[in-house]
T-cell receptor, first 114, second 111 residues
Framework: NAGVTQTPKFRVLKTGQSMTLLCAQDMNHEYMYWYRQDPGMGLRLIHYSVGEGTTAKGEVPDGYNVSRLKKQNFLLGLESAAPSQTSVYFC?????????????FGPGTRLTVL | EDQVTQSPEALRLQEGESSSLNCSYTVSGLRGLFWYRQDPGKGPEFLFTLYSAGEEKEKERLKATLTKKESFLHITAPKPEDSATYLCAVQARSSASKIIFGSGTRLSIRP
């Protein structure tokens, strides 16, 4: 199993450009998440999905959109990138079975917006 | 509002010097409290889940404990390879799909 994978690993954008980050998991997990991590602020939830075809807003959703067309994939889009979106983005997935809520994280995407 | 606060922000220890990291939380009904380890440039790696006050879990040199207001991650006789950032997170019963993270403790172990 590859677990959770993210592409790309690094990206540099200019202000106003758009891009899509791809997260894929091969563990058949129902729940998937997108977080951003900034120095001194911990992980903050952007959007999440509780199953194929569903999405919901997290703590910091503005400026981002997501889609979960297939159970194994969760896409994060930036329509018009801003310097404030410079961050490290992590995807995670969870299979909620009873009380087992372990989150498995991908390796991250480091995004710089100039 | 659900909140997680970790202390200290950074901790430097000598190899073999035991210590504890603190995670204080406020949540409207705790479903679970999680500890993760994060190495530089990598994603968080799961360590423990604790569900109720009084619960303890161990893994090698690490032991996690839970009370109604806080959790401790005890590190016994640490080695340089234990150097990492340790993250604490909580999950509320009222919103099981959301997990709230603290900002982490950066642990450095000197040989």
């Amino acid at each position: 199993n590859a677990g959770v994978t993210q592409t790309p690993k690094f990206r540099v954008l200019k202000t106003g450009q758009s891009m899509t980050l791809l997260c894929a998991q091969d563990m058949n997990h129902e729940y998937m998440y997108w977080y951003r991590q900034d120095p001194g602020m911990g992980l903050r939830l952007i959007h999440y999905s509780v199953g194929e075809g569903t999405t919901a807003k997290g703590e910091v959703p503005d400026g981002y959109n997501v889609s979960r067309l297939k159970k194994q994939n969760f896409l994060l889009g930036l329509e018009s990138a801003a310097p404030s979106q410079t961050s490290v983005y992590f995807c995670a997935s969870t299979e909620l079975q009873g009380w087992s809520d372990t989150q498995y994280f991908g390796p991250g995407t480091r995004l710089t917006v100039l | 509002e659900d909140q997680v606060t970790q202390s200290p922000e950074a901790l430097r220890l000598q190899e073999g010097e035991s210590s504890s990291l603190n995670c204080s939380y406020t949540v409207s009904g705790l479903r679970g409290l999680f500890w993760y380890r994060q190495d530089p440039g990598k994603g968080p790696e799961f360590l423990f889940t604790l569900y109720s006050a009084g619960e303890e879990k161990e893994k090698e040199r690490l032991k996690a404990t839970l009370t109604k207001k806080e959790s401790f991650l005890h590190i016994t006789a640490p080695k340089p390879e234990d150097s990492a950032t340790y993250l604490c997170a909580v999950q509320a019963r009222s919103s099981a799909s959301k997990i709230i993270f603290g900002s982490g403790t950066r642990l450095s172990i000197r040989p």
